[in-house]
């Protein structure tokens, strides 16, 4: 192998750099960079992320503006939450259906009527609720409601009397759902709060209390927060899974590319030089193209029929461009088993491991490093000095100067 061959190839892996840098950033524009739009356009027909604030019980203070804030004595909380994800252009959104329902049980400890204000904050300003409904005690309230400012009520209660709060409504959210305690008590008593999740995936946001309970349910989980006397900033917090996004995906795949190309590269040339075949620069180029057609065809294909059987068509159509071609081009010789094999290993399983988060690094590694082994295997007898040895050129003999003829006397 010459050098200006070595040269040559090298420069048929920048060009496929390029057009690897191009189309994954043309990628990333077609998703990522209308984020911010789409996601307002989900938020008002889906809603937000939802967090819903403890209702506040408060007894003005006579004779001044302050107020005195209540605790509850009980706090029985329910919360449905299953997932109804959406998608607009090449994101899929972590949206859900939400339903909520509270039990708030209020006490008067004084010696005296005790005229008690109480503010309900709804979880999303703006949102639509379905199957609104307040109680007092077992007395529907019929009150104004307007979700920016929330809802307040006045409850008249006697010495040593109880009533309990209650209300219940379903609506929609997106990434996560949060119960925030009452940062005024710091304090909750006799609290009780059970979600079922349709997902069992669960994660928690920053900061937040991990269940005390998990039950494994037939499609997702219960999980159970239960305290006597609870002293707490903390809240409760639950992220929706996300799905897997067509677009930041195949993104990543496709910056990751040229990594594939450069190992499939050193196999085609440990092939040359093992089986003394000689393949041309030309060869390497349209290798490249191949491998250039399965992302090509995985970044159009993702907006529009499902991810992985994207991905499966796209590798079959790469994987049969580049093996016919070889195969016609040079030769029955050609191990064609060999190329399919390396071209399974370093494309597309190196590409499908960015379907699994967490350990693409890992597999990458270790499959690098296993590549890394076979060839210092079966090249460790190659007279590296004979390859690449230069070609001598032929010399050519000088002709010799004609001798001048003997003149005759």
């Not at 057009?19 to 739009?37: E, I, K, M, Q």
């Not at 109680?135 to 009533?163: H, S």
């Not at 190196?350 to 699994?356: D, E, L, V």
Request: aromatic residues 14%; contains cysteine; glycine residues 6%.
């Amino acid at each position: 192998m010459s050098i200006k061959k070595i040269i040559a190839i090298g420069i048929i892996y920048i060009i496929g750099w390029l057009g690897w840098w191009v189309l994954g950033t043309t990628t990333s524009f077609r998703s990522c960079d209308y984020t911010g739009r789409l996601e307002a356009q989900v938020a008002s027909l889906w809603g937000v992320p939802l967090t819903q604030d403890t209702p506040t019980f408060s007894v003005q203070i006579p004779g001044s503006m302050n107020r005195r804030w209540l605790m509850p004595i009980q706090s029985t909380v329910s919360v449905d939450i299953q997932p109804d994800y959406k998608k607009k252009g090449l994101l899929w959104y972590s949206t859900y259906n939400c339903t909520f329902e509270g039990i708030y049980t209020i006490c008067n400890t004084e010696e005296a009527l005790q005229k008690i204000r109480l503010h309900f904050d709804f979880p999303g300003k703006g949102n639509t609720y379905d199957e609104f409904s307040v109680y007092l005690d077992d007395k529907r309230l019929v009150v104004p409601v307007n979700t920016e400012t929330g809802i307040d009520e006045f409850i008249e209660l006697a010495p040593t009397e109880t009533a309990n709060f209650k209300i219940h409504y379903k609506t929609r959210g997106m990434d996560s759902w949060r119960y925030a305690m009452d940062k005024r008590n710091g304090r909750v008593q006799n609290f009780l709060l059970t979600a079922t999740t349709g997902f069992t995936d669960v994660d928690y946001t920053d900061g937040s209390l991990s269940p005390m309970i998990t039950s494994p349910l037939e499609n997702g989980l219960r999980l159970t927060w239960k305290a006597t006397d609870l002293i707490t900033n903390s809240d409760i917090g639950i992220i929706i899974p996300e799905k897997i996004n067509p677009g930041p995906l195949t993104t990543r795949i496709t910056y990751f590319a040229p990594v594939c190309l450069l190992f499939f590269f050193i196999l085609m040339a440990t092939i040359g030089i093992m089986f003394r075949i000689s393949i041309h620069p030309m060869h390497y180029l349209f290798i490249a193209a191949g491998f250039f057609a399965f992302h090509l065809l995985l970044s159009y294909m993702a907006g529009h029929v499902w991810i992985h059987l994207a991905f499966l068509l796209s590798a079959v159509t790469s994987v049969a461009l580049v093996t016919t071609y070889l195969s016609a081009a040079l030769g029955k010789e050609f191990p064609w088993k060999i190329a399919i094999a390396g071209q399974l290993f370093f494309l597309v399983l190196f590409s499908y491991t960015f379907f699994i988060k967490g350990i693409t690094g890992l597999i990458i590694a270790i499959g690098s490093v296993v590549t890394l082994g076979i060839l210092m295997k079966v090249t460790a007898h190659v007279d590296w000095n004979e390859v690449f040895q230069a070609r001598r050129s032929t010399s050519i003999p000088r002709r010799q100067p004609m001798e001048a003829p003997e003149m005759q006397p």
